[in-house]
């Protein structure tokens, strides 16, 4: 939709995550058209992979969901998955946009009956749960993936793998030619909402994640404690599936700290408190330990904080944490018997 002018309307949202859905959502119910794109195979970014989000503590499913089905209900919304941008010509109010879509090998024929995925024989690491266990070379990216529609590791699949995939198939959904595309649109403006990804935690070498099983970052604990993670939400030890006797949260690991981000994350202390609370329903004797340079819990988390602070079996230990040599054992730093770093 052009004005006399010639300008656009329509707007580019590139990232699918809770920004960007509800940037899209917002655009379009005030009546423009969106192209909503993302990376990834299913939109949701990483509020997906959360095991439940504050304030209400409930699956992000709840919160995901109901944005989903705007988005599929609203005609002016155009969503493309496995896609980025390879190019921008133009300036605001007349880009040429030309988007790069990788292929999928599945078509929209596809019903996610999982056909496919009992006949291949073939694994790769499963990146939603962030390599933690394995899924077949042809997977539903999660249970709760929008679109629902399988995806297909190509590169992974054996010819014996290829052929049992095909002939499982009753919808032909499966085409394994597909080729990447190239779609070319006119847009007025485009919103950045591409989110974030966690640091690197074999940076900070103190905290020991290379050398300890039982050193997990705050976004694999999510996964540890998600029903549809690679314990069904048992939080159990990486490596020997040990129970939680004790545990550490490790805050402002890599943040406010001038040798690697100088800034707040902003949301890891709320992360933190978010994970006291598995811990605690799943092992009520458990001992927490969490080390601390300043606590970040603002107006109403506050009390939050104050609930999880009393709890007896929680100790909060103001310092900075080192840990230089981790022991072999797979205990974490401390003798802690998990770690976590957030
Ligand atoms: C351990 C932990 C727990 C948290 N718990 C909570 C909580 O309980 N409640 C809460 O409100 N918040 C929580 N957060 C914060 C929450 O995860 C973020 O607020 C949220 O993810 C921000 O959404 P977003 O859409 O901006 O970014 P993201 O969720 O990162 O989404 C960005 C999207 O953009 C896509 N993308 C990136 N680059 C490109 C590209 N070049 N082209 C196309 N697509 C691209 C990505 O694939 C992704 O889908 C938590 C964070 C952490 C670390």
């Given at each position: 939709m052009t004005d006399e002018q010639g300008t656009s309307s329509a707007i580019l949202v590139v990232g699918g995550g809770i920004s960007g859905l509800t940037a899209a959502l917002e655009a379009a119910e005030v009546g423009n058209d969106v192209f909503l794109i993302d990376k990834n195979a299913y939109f949701g970014g990483r509020v997906a992979q959360l095991n439940q989000y504050f304030?209400?503590?409930?699956?992000p499913s709840c919160g995901l969901e109901i944005n989903f089905r705007r988005v599929r209900d609203n005609r002016k919304i155009r969503t493309y998955t496995l896609t980025t941008v390879k190019s921008i010509s133009g300036s605001a109010g007349n880009y040429e946009v030309t988007l790069e879509i990788a292929p999928r090998y599945v078509n929209s024929n596809c019903a996610a009956c999982g056909s496919c995925a009992e006949v291949c024989t073939d694994e790769i690491d499963n990146e939603f749960n962030f390599g933690l266990d394995k899924i077949k070379a042809?997977?539903?990216?999660?249970?709760?993936?929008?679109?629902r529609r399988y995806v297909i590791a190509k590169d992974h699949l054996s010819e014996e793998s290829k052929k049992a995939i095909l002939a499982a198939c009753k919808y032909k959904g499966i085409d394994l030619d597909m080729e990447t595309q190239y779609v070319t649109i006119k847009v007025g403006s485009i919103i950045w909402a591409t989110g974030w990804n966690p640091y690197?935690?074999?940076?900070?070498?103190?905290?020991?994640y290379a050398s300890s099983n039982a050193v997990v970052t705050n976004m694999e604990l999510e996964r540890l404690a998600a029903p549809g993670g690679p314990t069904n939400g048992a939080i159990l030890r990486p490596g020997d599936n040990k129970e939680i006797e004790s545990i550490a949260f490790v805050q402002c690991a890599g943040s406010r700290d001038e040798n690697h981000l100088?800034?707040?994350?902003?949301i890891c202390c709320m992360a933190t408190m978010k994970q006291m609370t598995y811990v605690r329903e799943r092992y009520p004797d458990a001992e927490i330990y969490v080390f601390y340079i300043d606590l970040r819990t603002p107006g109403k988390y506050e009390h939050f904080r104050e609930k999880l602070m009393s709890d007896e079996k929680a100790h909060f230990i103001k310092g900075k944490y080192r840990c230089k040599s981790p022991p072999e054992s797979g205990y974490g730093c401390a003798g802690h018997r998990h770690a976590a770093i957030t």
């Open positions: 304030p209400k503590l409930c699956p042809v997977y539903l990216p999660h249970e709760m993936a929008f679109p690197e935690p074999t940076k900070m070498e103190n905290l020991g100088e800034y707040c994350s902003h």
